[in-house]
């Protein structure tokens, strides 16, 4: 399954310039989630985090991850049609390349353990072949 920006927007609340994630290319729930962010010189945080030697923010990979997970927890729950609020419980993280303006960003998710209203989650950024972070998020949510 394949979702673009449109229907992202129908699960997550985020929106630019905090929307981190630009497509879904791959979906299977309960087993894989892979998504992009293209990352495009005009983001605004690249004007003030080393405008001379432009690197994308650590925290902002994370929480494209975590956006991603919360996709890929969505359909693997069979949430469709509920709001949900999510909370970060968890995240461990290693940050093994830099990032910067023109790259693509695959953003890949795994499942570690879901549970009816949380989970842990395997998470890898790679930029072509090289992973550039990987994190173990832990989270939770709420309907509302």
């Given at each position: 399954?394949?979702?673009?920006?449109?229907?992202i927007?129908?699960?997550?609340?985020?929106?630019?310039?905090f929307?981190?994630?630009?497509?879904?290319?791959?979906?299977?729930?309960?087993?894989?989630?892979?998504?992009?962010?293209?990352?495009?010189?005009?983001?605004?945080?690249?004007?003030?985090?080393?405008?001379?030697?432009?690197?994308?923010?650590?925290?902002?990979?994370?929480?494209?991850?975590?956006?991603?997970?919360?996709?890929?927890?969505y359909?693997?729950?069979?949430?469709?049609g509920?709001?949900?609020?999510?909370?970060?419980?968890?995240?461990?993280?290693?940050?093994?390349?830099?990032?910067t303006?023109?790259?693509?960003?695959?953003?890949e998710?795994k499942t570690?353990?879901?549970l009816a209203?949380?989970?842990?989650?395997?998470?890898?950024?790679?930029?072509?072949?090289?992973?550039?972070?990987?994190a173990?998020?832990?989270?939770?949510?709420?309907?509302?």
């Amino acid at each position: 399954m394949e979702l673009n920006i449109a229907e992202i927007q129908k699960i997550i609340p985020h929106r630019f310039p905090f929307l981190m994630i630009d497509r879904v290319i791959e979906l299977e729930p309960n087993v894989k989630l892979v998504a992009v962010k293209n990352v495009s010189v005009n983001e605004a945080h690249f004007q003030g985090h080393f405008p001379d030697e432009k690197v994308m923010p650590g925290v902002l990979m994370v929480e494209a991850m975590a956006q991603a997970g919360c996709v890929y927890f969505y359909y693997s729950k069979n949430m469709q049609g509920k709001n949900l609020i999510y909370y970060l419980a968890k995240t461990t993280v290693k940050f093994l390349k830099v990032v910067t303006p023109g790259d693509q960003l695959r953003i890949e998710v795994k499942t570690i353990k879901l549970l009816a209203k949380a989970g842990f989650l395997d998470c890898k950024c790679f930029v072509g072949e090289d992973v550039v972070c990987e994190a173990e998020i832990g989270f939770g949510i709420k309907e509302v």
